[in-house]
């Protein structure tokens, strides 16, 4: 009797660990993408930004990230380095010796190896030497469901939200600026489509300085949270 109920109390346990390992699983599934805030700052640094008119990601194919930016036309040379961090505060360089450019004076650089949270930002230095740092932008890949990418940045030239959501299918998407109480400062409700849905938060240029959160739904899942800092 005392072999089989400290058999039946080891089989117990066993279950009772394995459950609790189950339950850690779908709990970090389901607040990946949304219970550290990121954080995107407003502001550029340096005067070579002025020259910058779009920085943005996308997703394609192999779940690599394509980053692309345009710059002004104009004649003065200029070196570009991709820096990426997992936070948005700490920066490093990564190898970007393949940036490649297309018509238009936009340019292109592939991140083979993308985390599910990306920081990305853009030295830029001048023929003098001179260096300027674009602002934050911060993707988010998904390797499942119906959203493949979320990305999120202050606009170049007016200082609005920017938000690029990559659907597999149709989706509603939600667009939320909080304070950081959690009250809603401006909402923007879409009707996302297949492939890049590209949308500027109408009003976020009005926003006074200080510290909001913005926080991307789509069909009623979170799937992104950023802390946003307006200069």
């Given at each position: 009797?005392?072999?089989?109920?400290s058999?039946?109390?080891?089989?117990?346990?066993?279950?009772?660990?394995?459950?609790?390992?189950?339950?850690?699983?779908?709990?970090?599934?389901?607040?990946?993408?949304?219970?550290?805030?990121?954080?995107?700052?407003?502001?550029f640094?340096?005067?070579?930004?002025n020259?910058?008119?779009?920085?943005?990601?996308?997703?394609i194919?192999?779940?690599?990230?394509?980053?692309?930016?345009?710059?002004?036309?104009?004649?003065?040379?200029?070196?570009?380095?991709?820096?990426?961090?997992?936070?948005?505060?700490?920066?490093?360089?990564?190898?970007?010796?393949?940036?490649?450019?297309?018509?238009?004076?936009?340019?292109?650089?592939?991140?083979?190896f993308?985390?599910?949270?990306?920081?990305?930002?853009?030295?830029?230095?001048?023929?003098?030497?001179?260096?300027?740092?674009?602002?934050?932008?911060?993707?988010?890949?998904?390797?499942?469901?119906?959203?493949?990418?979320?990305?999120?940045?202050?606009?170049?030239?007016?200082?609005?939200?920017?938000?690029?959501?990559?659907?597999?299918?149709?989706?509603?998407?939600?667009?939320?600026?909080?304070?950081?109480?959690?009250?809603?400062?401006?909402?923007?409700?879409?009707k996302?489509?297949?492939?890049?849905?590209?949308?500027?938060?109408?009003?976020?240029?009005?926003?006074?300085?200080?510290?909001?959160?913005?926080?991307?739904v789509?069909?009623?899942?979170?799937?992104?949270?950023?802390?946003?800092?307006?200069?």
């Open positions: 009797m005392e072999t089989t109920f058999s039946r109390m080891g089989h117990f346990c066993r279950m009772l660990i394995i459950c609790f390992i189950v339950f850690i699983s779908i709990n970090a599934k389901l607040t990946n993408h949304s219970s550290v805030p990121l954080t995107v700052k407003s502001e640094t340096g005067n070579n930004v020259r910058l008119v779009d920085f943005r990601g996308e997703s194919k192999n779940n690599k990230v394509a980053l692309k930016w345009k710059i002004n036309n104009d004649e003065e040379s200029f070196t570009y380095t991709v820096e990426k961090s997992r936070d948005g505060e700490s920066f490093t360089a990564v190898q970007t010796s393949g940036i490649q450019v297309e018509k238009g004076n936009i340019f292109t650089w592939t991140d083979n993308p985390k599910s949270t990306n920081c990305y930002r853009l030295k830029i230095t001048d023929s003098a030497g001179t260096v300027s740092y674009s602002k934050t932008l911060v993707v988010e890949t998904y390797k499942g469901g119906d959203v493949v990418l979320v990305g999120a940045t202050p606009q170049v030239n007016l200082n609005d939200i920017q938000v690029d959501v990559q659907l597999r299918e149709l989706a509603m998407i939600n667009l939320n600026i909080t304070n950081e109480k959690g009250d809603i400062i401006l909402q923007q409700k879409e996302g489509k297949s492939g890049i849905n590209q949308y500027t938060i109408a009003g976020s240029r009005d926003l006074k300085p200080g510290d909001y959160f913005l926080k991307v789509v069909n009623g899942s979170d799937r992104m949270m950023v802390h946003l800092i307006k200069s």
